[in-house]
């Protein structure tokens, strides 16, 4: 449920096991299993959840998902929750794989405390944990990383037949190579960078992933073609997509589900979340853009401008000090400084429509739902809580009063009373 790249390290690999087109996608939820279910329902409404009351080993998480692939035939990919980099190039080579049984391993630098796999010639003879493996077994480089490619058939009856006979009296997942290998079964190995294996077990080590998410978010982007000032100071979402020839300024922030269309310009300091910026468009410098935000083609949103579940169309300009929510702005309006679609009541939500060509006044307070006319007018300052028809103009402030000289006999009065205290 840590979050890396915007979204849940499990978005992750949901994300790559998508990539597989697969017929079934199943998340076994331990611990925290509601707050799984929660996020699973936001990030693939389509996944199903197995519940895993007891952690008894990978192999035991396995069995729980094995009653939702009844009936499925074909082959069935293990992926973990905390290993977000396994690529869809990698996963392609698993699956294609003829082996029965193909295990996903890598050259470890330090292999550590990593499962260690035995293989002789192209054969993937056993899976030893590091906590039952003798001197001569850690010394092999060749390391798991539990991602695993298995028939749904044979998985079914491996599995069944796991045991705990081990040092932490689990049941491993890592246990059903062997048990293929005693039925005459083919087992193999596929290898990839170790990078793409990282497991997330701390703190740091989420801070490194972001940081490596990060670094390779930025070379895609600028292969891609997007131009960037300083690619250090923008932080990228899971899902973010720029187009070709976008510019995207220093210190810019895109949580998940945002995209930028070719030719469109983020400023610098600006933070965008489920939206959609069209080409032409710029924004900020200092602008929030949140989720529902709807930008036309050459919409110009400035600084400190919030934008939330609204819909600019082509041409609008919103130059600054604003907040339109819940709002549908016609093309080529202008909206003035410190306008405020007032769209929150205490209990619900309400729209404000204004039509094209539309001239909003600084300071002028939308009262939702409210409506206002194509080429209308509001003047500065005005509280506006009825529609405007097409081409009037609305004023709700009050008659201002012009008292002469009294300023000063104020300031006087009050000089006077500071002087005497």
């Not at 539990?146 to 049941?171: H, I, K, Q, W």
């Not at 469109?264 to 602008?287: D, K, N, R, Y």
């Not at 080529?332 to 729209?351: E, L, P, S, W």
Request: proline share 4%; glycine share 12%; with cysteine.
């Amino acid at each position: 449920m840590h979050r890396l790249g915007g979204v849940p390290l499990m978005g992750h690999a949901l994300a790559a096991g998508r990539s597989l087109d697969p017929d079934r996608v199943i998340v076994v939820a331990g611990h925290g299993a509601e707050a799984v279910r929660k996020a699973v329902a936001k990030l693939d409404p389509e996944a199903q959840i197995a519940l895993q009351d007891q952690q008894l080993g990978t192999g035991h998480a396995v069995a729980q998902a094995l009653p939702l692939l009844e009936g499925f035939e074909g082959k069935v990919v293990v992926l973990y929750g905390d290993t977000p980099f396994i690529g869809a190039d990698t996963l392609a080579a698993l699956v294609s794989h003829p082996a029965d049984v193909v295990v996903l391993g890598f050259e470890a630098v330090d292999p550590g405390r990593y499962g260690r796999l035995v293989v002789r010639g192209d054969t993937l003879d056993r899976i030893v944990e590091y906590k039952d493996a003798d001197e001569a077994t850690r010394a092999i480089a060749l390391c798991n990383s539990g991602v695993m490619a298995a028939d749904a058939a044979l998985l079914r009856d491996l599995v069944g037949r796991l045991g705990n006979d081990n040092a932490s009296g689990e049941y491993y997942l890592t246990d059903v190579v062997g048990l293929a290998r005693q039925e005459g079964r083919s087992a193999a190995v596929v290898t990839c960078d170790e990078a793409e294996t990282l497991g997330i077990n701390t703190r740091a080590e989420l801070a490194a992933a972001e940081s490596a998410f990060q670094a390779r978010r930025r070379a895609e982007m600028l292969e891609n073609g997007v131009t960037m000032a300083d690619p250090q100071t923008v932080w990228f979402a899971l899902d973010t997509f720029i187009g070709r020839d976008a510019i995207i300024g220093q210190n810019v922030v895109f949580g998940p589900g945002v995209t930028v269309e070719s030719g469109a310009e983020i400023l610098p300091f600006c933070h965008l979340e489920g939206c959609h910026v069209s080409a032409g468009a710029t924004v900020g410098p200092f602008a929030r853009l949140r989720p529902g935000a709807e930008l036309g083609g050459d919409v110009h949103v400035g600084n400190f401008v919030e934008i939330k579940n609204s819909v600019l169309a082509e041409g609008v300009k919103v130059g600054h000090l604003t907040y339109l929510g819940d709002a549908e702005v016609g093309e080529r309006t202008n909206i003035g400084a410190g306008t405020v679609t007032c769209n929150y009541d205490g209990v619900g939500k309400h729209r404000t429509v204004i039509g094209a060509e539309a001239f909003i006044g600084s300071d002028t307070m939308l009262v939702a739902p409210v409506r206002v006319g194509n080429r209308a007018m509001t003047g500065s300052g005005s509280v506006i809580t009825q529609d405007l028809p097409d081409e009037a103009l609305g004023l709700g402030r009050a008659r201002q009063v012009t008292k002469p000289g009294l300023a000063t006999r104020i300031m006087q009065a009050l000089r006077a009373a500071k002087g005497k205290a």
